[in-house]
């Protein structure tokens, strides 16, 4: 299946991050203080990967697509 044009720059743009994120690196791609991205993911508005201990891990992937999701309702 091919990249749209949209993921395949989103993901050029965040190529630094690595595949499974921390929130703080979530905050840093959306632009939001944590409070927020841990309300996205409570909500599952952005799914996070299995709880390791206490920390919270998100893939790169999912935000890519609630960026494209949010685009597409703006």
Known sequence: ?????TR?????????YPPVLTV???CEILD???T????????GEIERIEKSGRHIRVLKEDV???????????
């Open 64 to 74: 890519i697509d609630f960026l494209i999701a949010h685009k597409n309702l703006g």
């Open 8 to 16: 395949k720059s989103l993901a050029n743009n965040f190529r630094k």
């Open 36 to 43: 927020k991205v841990y309300a996205l993911i409570r909500s």
């Open 32 to 34: 939001l203080g944590s």
């Open 1 to 5: 299946m091919a990249m749209s044009a």
């Open 24 to 26: 703080k690196q979530v």
